[in-house]
């Protein structure tokens, strides 16, 4: 017995390392963590102002925005787009629409991608639209807050009222234009799509009928069955070309109830190069074409009102009178690029100009010579000197249209190098 029970107790010691393990002793599998949940959106108040301004391209956007009030003619458009993105977008792929339906108003774009209503109001509250005395506010605005999760529909459309009425405290003389936002999601069982519903009809109630006016355009983007298609929408939310032709097609009947028809733009310019291949728009706002100077040689000054140059109004006066008989004429754009020393509207650089100094020579829309919004005038003539240093800055332009020379400020209108200029190039 002893013998046996020394043998067999190596044996049960080697035994287990070759016998499965029992049922309880087999390991559990690694616990696999679940993904973790993507916290729900923070409440804010759709009502109560708030800034973006931690992100740089939101910040600058509306820094552009307020600069642009530092330029009269940016005072009188006929009409100011309001919103988020998707009024941004009449930027790039509303663009043709926007040329051809509102920029014959002048008007504002005053869209930021991202935007909540709150952070609308802010923007108001900082100046965006200060100085502006618009006909018309377009206001589409409240998707991102349904589409983000910050707010109720409900709430949503409280601070969208917030909204319209901070517009209509501020610019008293103007009218609102408030429209349905558009839908979201390819189907109308769609959570998105039905918080965009729900929004809508609490926007519906916020016409007055006097300086409010509520416009549904959302049905115009769906098709029969109520789905949105990728061919207006591609990513279901922000309109193509095709959408914003849509858009502005859908309001059109109620912005010119409020605005009147589009004026007329500039007649087409004919084709060629040149400074007499251009079209512009006169002080008074006309439309001219730079072709009806072809065969004469002509003299363009970048004018402003309030500058230690402004006396050469006189000197300039005195050369039209001059040359008057001749191929000869000086042309007038006033800027306010040098020294903001040309702030005015069209009306009192008219006024100024006639009544201190008695200009009869051609004056046109005030301009940009340089830099962001550069009128197609001046981007063809600096391109022969680099263009104007300070106010004016004369080029003069032959017969043929393209420049023969660039003089600076200090080169005065009866300046003896100057004459001989203009005389040699009536000659040729």
Not at 1 to 19: A, G
Not at 129 to 143: D, E, Y
Request: aromatic fraction near 8%; glycine fraction near 8%.
């Amino acid at each position: 017995m002893h013998k046996t029970s020394l043998f067999l107790t190596p044996l049960l010691l080697v035994l287990p390392s070759f016998l499965p393990a029992a049922p309880g002793d087999t390991p559990a599998p690694a616990k696999t963590e679940a993904p973790a949940k993507k916290a729900a959106p923070k409440p804010v108040d759709p009502t109560k102002a708030a800034d973006r301004l931690s992100i740089a391209s939101w910040k600058a956007r509306h820094e552009k925005f307020v600069a642009e009030l530092s330029d009269a003619k940016n005072l009188e458009p006929g009409i100011v787009f309001v919103g988020d993105s998707i009024t941004q977008g009449w930027e790039s792929k509303g663009k043709a629409e926007w040329t051809k339906n509102y920029a014959p108003y002048k008007s504002l774009n005053r869209g930021i991608s991202g935007d909540e209503t709150q952070h609308v109001l802010w923007r108001l509250e900082n100046g965006e639209t200060t100085g502006l005395n618009p006909k018309l506010f377009v206001v589409m605005i409240g998707t991102n807050n349904v589409g983000h999760g910050t707010a109720s529909p409900e709430k949503t459309a409280e601070g969208v009222k917030a909204i319209v009425d901070k517009l209509l405290a501020l610019h008293p003389k103007s009218k609102v234009l408030l429209l349905s936002v558009f839908p979201r999601a390819e189907k109308p069982a769609d959570k998105a799509r039905e918080n965009v519903v729900q929004l809508n009809k609490a926007l519906s109630k916020m016409g007055d009928g006097s300086k409010v006016t509520y416009l549904d355009i959302f049905d115009k983007f769906l098709a029969a069955d109520g789905t949105l298609s990728k061919d207006i929408m591609p990513d279901l939310l922000h309109p193509n070309a095709k959408g914003y032709a849509i858009w502005a097609d859908a309001i059109r009947s109620k912005v010119e109830e409020v605005v009147g028809p589009p004026p007329a733009l500039p007649p087409e310019a004919p084709a060629g190069e040149g400074l007499y291949t251009m079209a512009v728009n006169s002080l008074d706002g006309k439309p001219r074409n730079l072709s009806e100077y072809q065969g004469k040689v002509t003299l363009v000054v970048n004018v402003a009102s309030h500058c230690g140059f402004t006396k050469q109004y006189e000197g300039l006066q005195k050369l039209s009178v001059a040359y008057a008989g001749k191929p000869f004429s000086i042309l007038a754009f006033p800027s306010n690029d040098f020294g903001g020393q040309e702030p005015g509207s069209a009306e009192e650089i008219q006024t100024f100009c006639t009544s201190k100094f008695g200009v009869t020579f051609p004056m046109f829309e005030k301009v940009k010579t340089k830099g962001e919004g550069q009128s197609p005038v001046y981007t063809y003539l600096n391109a022969a000197d680099g263009g104007p240093k300070w106010n004016f800055h004369k080029y003069l332009v032959g017969k043929d249209g393209k420049v023969i020379a660039g003089f600076p400020s200090k080169v005065t209108p009866e300046s003896d190098e100057l004459k001989a200029a203009i005389d040699k190039a009536l000659a040729q």
